[in-house]
């Protein structure tokens, strides 16, 4: 079963700063997605940015962007000019490529962000 | 409508009662998805459907869970003898095509069991 692990609970950055969020996965598969998603509080969770495990480049979105490095199996996420409607609890999740069962999300435990103005 | 809705949005129940909570996904959207969330914890995955089969349940975390999805559209989670670990937040998500496409998800019910 595959497992994703976010090690930083909280973190905090000054408006306009950047930011970057952690996440580990192990798997033994070998094609598979990767996504960061947004839950600000009491809103519903939105996706962020997605990540297909046989491309190389890495996807960036405005001000999103991620780091991934597939043999260390990490999958950061860098917020650059943060503004104060980054605030909220970020998760990374891991889905697999095939079909069926696989097609759920498995989750991280998350990274509440704060972003002091 | 314009994006997945649920309803309640929050319900409180006493131990032992039955709740049942709707999903009501973007229209069109094949895949159907519900993940349950502890406070301060991510999703975890309940049940898939594909239209008004349900593919998978091997997230459901006992048998006073289940879930339908009759028509297709349409979903409902149903707790029998609610208990108190069963609060949280139930999430839906759906997806037009669950292999490539996006879920999106619902704004959540939040199930306080008393």
């Known amino acids: 079963a595959q497992t994703v692990t976010q090690s930083q609970p909280e973190m905090s950055v000054q408006e306009a700063e950047t930011v970057t969020l952690s996440c580990t996965y192990d798997?033994?598969?070998?094609?598979?997605?990767l996504f960061w998603y947004k839950q600000p509080p009491s809103r519903q969770m939105i996706l962020v940015i997605r990540?297909?495990?046989?491309?190389?480049q890495n996807a960036t979105e405005n001000r999103f962007s991620v780091n991934f490095q597939k043999a260390a199996k990490s999958f950061s996420l860098k917020i650059s000019d943060s503004q104060l409607g980054d605030a909220a609890m970020y998760f990374c999740?891991?889905?697999?490529?095939?079909?069926?069962?696989?097609?759920?999300?498995?989750f991280g435990k998350g990274t509440l962000l704060t972003v002091n103005p | 409508g314009a994006g997945v809705s649920q309803s309640p949005r929050y319900k409180v129940a006493k131990r032992g009662q039955d709740v049942a909570l709707r999903c009501d996904p973007i229209?069109?959207?094949?895949?159907l998805f519900w993940y349950q969330q502890a406070l301060g914890q991510g999703p975890e995955f309940l049940t898939y459907?594909?239209?008004?089969?349900?593919?998978?349940k091997s997230g459901l975390p006992s048998d006073r869970f289940f879930a339908e999805r009759p028509e297709g559209s349409v979903s409902t989670l149903k707790i029998q003898r609610t208990q108190q670990e069963d609060s949280a937040v139930y999430l839906c998500?759906?997806?037009?095509?669950?292999?490539?496409?996006?879920?999106?998800f619902g704004p959540g019910t939040r199930l306080t069991v008393l």
């Open positions: 998500a759906s997806s037009f095509s669950a292999g490539v496409g996006e879920q999106f």
């Open positions: 798997t033994s598969e070998s094609d598979y997605y």
């Open positions: 990540q297909e495990a046989y491309k190389q």
């Open positions: 999740a891991y889905r697999s490529l095939g079909g069926g069962s696989n097609y759920k999300l498995t």
């Open positions: 229209s069109g959207h094949v895949s």
């Open positions: 459907f594909q239209n008004e089969a349900q593919l998978d």
